[in-house]
T-cell receptor, first 114, second 114 residues
């Protein structure tokens, strides 16, 4: 059973560019959450998708947007990249949303903005 | 609002010694608590979670954590450290809303000396 997968593993962009990160959830999971982990910090919640809708959003600007497809896979898009967007972006999936559900994390996409 | 504080950004123990990683939480409702481990250049792996079934929670790789409501703590322990335990450890509390977004502490780096 494949776990959460993310692509690409690494990415280098320049300021002002746009980037799209992809995530495939664990088999059977319908909820996908995205987190940003800056170097030396704990992950910060960006947003969560369930049934192709954004259910909750963290404290991130509108430059960060996402999408969930009918097969539950998800994309994270970041426009007008800033140097401060350099981070590890983690995708997590769960069987359902709710505070008791375990979120399973992918290996992450490391984004470097120059 | 929920929050998590991990006391000690770096902990160093000798191989075979007791591991104790501290986590205190703040929550206005009964919390769901998690410990995750992150090995270098990898995503997060769940060690254990507390969902109010039992105050002493056993996880993978010999780790366990005890929920103490009076102390608002959920410290992680392992009786005997192994070299392979060297990693970054994150404590997280689940948001009480319907999405269960995770709120992470800053993390504790565990070093195991031979």
């Amino acid at each position: 059973d494949a776990g959460v997968t993310q692509s690409p593993t690494h990415l280098i962009k320049t300021r002002g560019q746009q980037v799209t990160l992809r995530c495939s959830p664990k088999s059977g999971h319908d909820t996908v959450s995205w987190y940003q982990q800056a170097l030396g910090q704990g992950p910060q919640f960006i947003f969560q998708y369930y049934e192709e809708e954004e259910r909750q959003r963290g404290n991130f600007p509108d430059r960060f947007s996402g999408h969930q497809f009918p097969n539950y896979s998800s994309e994270l898009n970041v426009n007008a990249l800033l140097l401060g967007d350099s981070a590890l972006y983690l995708c997590a999936s769960s069987l359902d949303s709710g505070p008791q559900e375990t979120q399973y994390f992918g290996p992450g996409t490391r984004l470097l903005v120059l | 609002a929920q929050s998590v504080t991990q006391l000690g950004s770096h902990v160093s123990v000798s191989e075979g010694a007791l591991v104790l990683l501290r986590c205190n939480y703040s929550s206005s409702v009964p919390p769901y608590l998690f410990w995750y481990v992150q090995y270098p250049n990898q995503g997060l792996q769940l060690l254990l979670k507390y969902t109010s079934a039992a105050t002493l929670v056993k996880g993978i790789n010999g780790f366990e954590a005890e929920f103490k409501k009076s102390e608002t703590s959920f410290h992680l322990t392992k009786p005997s450290a192994h070299m392979s335990d060297a990693a970054e450890y994150f404590c997280a509390v689940s948001d009480s809303g319907n999405t269960g977004k995770l709120i992470f502490g800053q993390g504790t780096t565990l070093q195991v000396k031979p």
